[in-house]
């Protein structure tokens, strides 16, 4: 059984293998994308359950750009279906939602949505969600730097904390845990500031493949490691 005194603070999950998925099961890339949606909506439940309090998921790298027309576009019509009807439940869940990014690129629909959606769930206290989205971890730090300069901040004065200060909403703290599905081991670019100390979970199955059942099993391998932080 899990001790609850014991759940992460901050799990960020890296939802990889909707493709694959749905090559595996003969269906176009749409469908893989709309089923691991499915299955977010799960885990962010399940997690939140746990007592996590901060749950982040990268969504939509700055790199996707770079995919088929035809998916990204995809990709463009289930973010604007989450906040355009998904993210009323959530705020009526209790759930504070906050989006990590490059507004760059970004069509501008999809730029008031976010500030709308920030906007009318700044006051959750389910669990804060942090959406990566048009994210990158370097250009994130790039970001922090820039605002450093802009200002105005001597040499002198910057640390490690007056960094931390700077990035993509400062209030989303490290992250404990970061989960990643389909095999792949790697960050690919998620959190890089943030996971300096993180646990890391490679799970082998394909994201539309989770289910709460495995944010148990996540919470139970979790609370069974011995974090060091470099000791």
């Known amino acids: 059984m899990t001790d609850l005194r014991k759940v992460p603070q901050h799990i960020g999950f890296i939802l990889d293998g909707n493709r694959r998925w749905a090559r595996q099961h003969g269906l176009p890339t749409y469908e893989g994308h709309l089923a691991g949606y499915n299955a977010l909506k799960e885990v962010i439940a399940a997690t939140a359950?746990?007592?996590?309090?901060?749950?982040?998921?990268?969504?939509?790298?700055?790199?996707?750009?770079?995919?088929?027309?035809?998916?990204?576009?995809?990709?463009?019509?289930?973010?604007?279906?989450?906040?355009?009807?998904?993210?009323?439940?959530?705020?009526?869940?209790?759930?504070?939602?906050?989006?990590?990014?490059?507004?760059?690129?970004?069509?501008?629909?999809?730029?008031?949505?976010?500030?709308?959606?920030?906007?009318?769930?700044?006051?959750?206290?389910?669990?804060?969600?942090?959406?990566?989205?048009?994210?990158?971890?370097?250009?994130?730090?790039?970001?922090?730097?820039?605002?450093?300069?802009?200002?105005?901040?001597?040499?002198?004065?910057?640390?490690?904390?007056?960094?931390?200060?700077?990035?993509?909403?400062?209030?989303?703290p490290a992250c404990d845990l970061i989960v990643r599905t389909s095999g792949e081991q790697r960050l690919s670019d998620f959190m890089l500031w943030r996971s300096a100390y993180s646990e890391f979970l490679f799970l082998d199955k394909f994201w539309p493949e989770m289910t709460g059942d495995d944010v148990a099993a996540i919470l139970e391998e979790y609370v069974n490691r011995q974090r060091r932080f470099g000791g």
Request: hydrophobic residues 40%.
């Open 49 to 172: 359950d746990a007592g996590v309090q901060y749950i982040s998921f990268y969504t939509f790298s700055t790199q996707n750009w770079n995919r088929a027309e035809e998916e990204v576009s995809g990709i463009m019509s289930l973010v604007r279906r989450l906040f355009k009807s998904d993210i009323k439940q959530l705020v009526k869940d209790g759930y504070k939602v906050v989006v990590m990014g490059s507004r760059e690129r970004l069509p501008a629909d999809i730029a008031e949505m976010i500030d709308r959606t920030e906007e009318v769930s700044r006051d959750g206290t389910r669990a804060t969600l942090a959406m990566c989205f048009n994210y990158g971890g370097q250009e994130e730090i790039v970001r922090a730097a820039q605002r450093l300069v802009a200002h105005g901040t001597k040499e002198e004065d910057i640390t490690l904390e007056s960094f931390a200060h700077a990035l993509d909403h400062p209030d989303i």
